[in-house]
Nanobody
Framework: QVQLVESGGGLVQAGGSLRLSCAAS????????MYWYRQAPGKQRELVAT???????NYADSVKGRFIISRDNAKNTVYLQMNSLKPEDTAVYYC??????????WGQGTQVTVSS
């Protein structure tokens, strides 16, 4: 069983930056891919960014050019660097992992609030 713990959320002004971290209790080397999702009030959870076990990344169109996902296998941690933040980025951000193509894990979420 792997536990994921997000951190780094908070309140920031539009145009600012935050870096989210997702620390895994076990090795992330076995994870096929790790993801950041977000869910704004009254909206469905949406996929924001993906990083595979070979380092391939993918982003939602809404965050391309502003967000960067990365993983540090030695620290069992995935990051989401968020730049040029907009009020519409306000949401609870969740870390998600897929292991061996079978097992999925979710973190508890971290709140990001961007003021205009």
């Amino acid at each position: 069983q792997v536990q994921l713990v997000e951190s780094g959320g908070g309140l920031v002004q539009a145009g600012g930056s935050l870096r989210l971290s997702c620390a895994a209790s076990g090795s992330i080397f076995s994870m096929n891919a790790m993801y950041w999702y977000r869910q704004a009030p009254g909206k469905q959870r949406e996929l924001v960014a993906t990083v595979t076990n070979v380092g391939t990344t993918n982003y939602a169109d809404s965050v391309k050019g502003r967000f960067i996902i990365s993983r540090d296998n030695a620290k069992n941690t995935v990051y989401l660097q968020m730049n040029s933040l907009k009020p519409e980025d306000t949401a609870v951000y969740y870390c998600h992992a897929l292991q061996y193509g079978l097992y999925t894990y979710w973190g508890q979420g971290t709140q990001v609030t961007v003021s205009s």
